[in-house]
């Protein structure tokens, strides 16, 4: 009789320590999971709309969520800065999409910033055309472009390279026209720079002047648009030429008579 409540507590024991077990096991395997989760969801990029901005997010070292990027170089952290989207409609499966890779998440804003640049350096207008650089310039910093991408922005940037060199050469005429004025304000005041000012004004003032001039024909006539020139009036018929009247006598008489 003694036996049998030996066994009795030895089967309890045997069974509690297997379900601690078992316990520990999934309770581990669980922690696993979600240790795994967690390292998966951190390395996963999504995009959101905030403010008229397009946010790039970043999982957490959690199973769930995510915060905006930041990333701790400068230059990325440029890259990756929020996007005006200036009322600009960001496909809604785009922000469905989760990017587990950054070249990923370049392949899928550069559409976004095509869209936004490219209306405004085809523009006309010099403020729109500089937004229209800047979205450029965004597009330029993404590393993970596929070869189509980085063709499409090359060719942008044949497109607006006109409107910037037409820029730099009107800033290098501004330039100009400054120092000139300053050089003229130094070699008219009495100080130990006037004579230096004065030889330096002597040696540049034609050339510069000359340079300026075309500087200000290229920017602002020979890039703008074709002038319409009047039409030339058609030239009158030509009238048969009439022969010579033969002099009378008297006429030549007359006229020896005056060189007399």
């Known amino acids: ?34 240790f795994l989760l967690s390292q998966l969801n951190a390395r996963t990029f999504s995009l959101r709309v905030e403010s008229d901005h397009l946010v ?85 910093r993404l590393s993970g472009l596929s070869e189509e991408q980085h063709t499409t922005l090359e060719r942008m940037k044949a497109e607006v390279a006109y409107y910037q060199a037409r820029q730099k050469l009107d800033d290098a005429r501004k330039l100009m026209a400054e120092a000139m004025a300053q050089l003229r304000l130094a070699a008219e005041s009495d100080n130990r720079h006037s004579r230096s000012a004065h030889q330096m004004l002597t040696t540049v003032e034609a050339p510069i002047a000359e340079l300026e001039e075309s500087l200000r024909k290229a920017v602002h006539t020979l890039s703008g648009p074709p002038s319409q020139e009047a039409p030339q009036p058609s030239p009158a018929p030509s009238t048969p030429p009439q022969a010579p009247t033969e002099p009378t006598p008297q006429g030549r008489d007359g006229g020896q008579g005056l060189l007399h």
């Open 56 to 140: 790039v997010l970043k999982g957490r070292m959690l199973p769930w969520g995510a915060a905006p990027y930041h990333p701790g170089d400068a230059r990325q952290a440029d890259t990756y800065a929020p996007i005006p989207l200036e009322g600009y409609a960001v496909p809604a499966s785009l922000l469905s999409q989760r990017f587990t890779e950054r070249d990923e998440l370049d392949h899928a804003l550069f559409p976004v910033l095509e869209a936004l640049a490219r209306p405004r350096i085809a523009s006309d207008e010099p403020q729109r055309v500089e937004r229209g650089v800047y979205y450029l310039r965004r597009a330029e």
């Open 1 to 34: 009789m003694s036996d049998r409540p030996q066994q009795g507590f030895g089967s309890r024991a045997m069974r509690a320590l297997t379900r601690l077990v078992v316990t520990l096991l999934v309770l581990a395997m669980g922690g696993a999971v979600a």
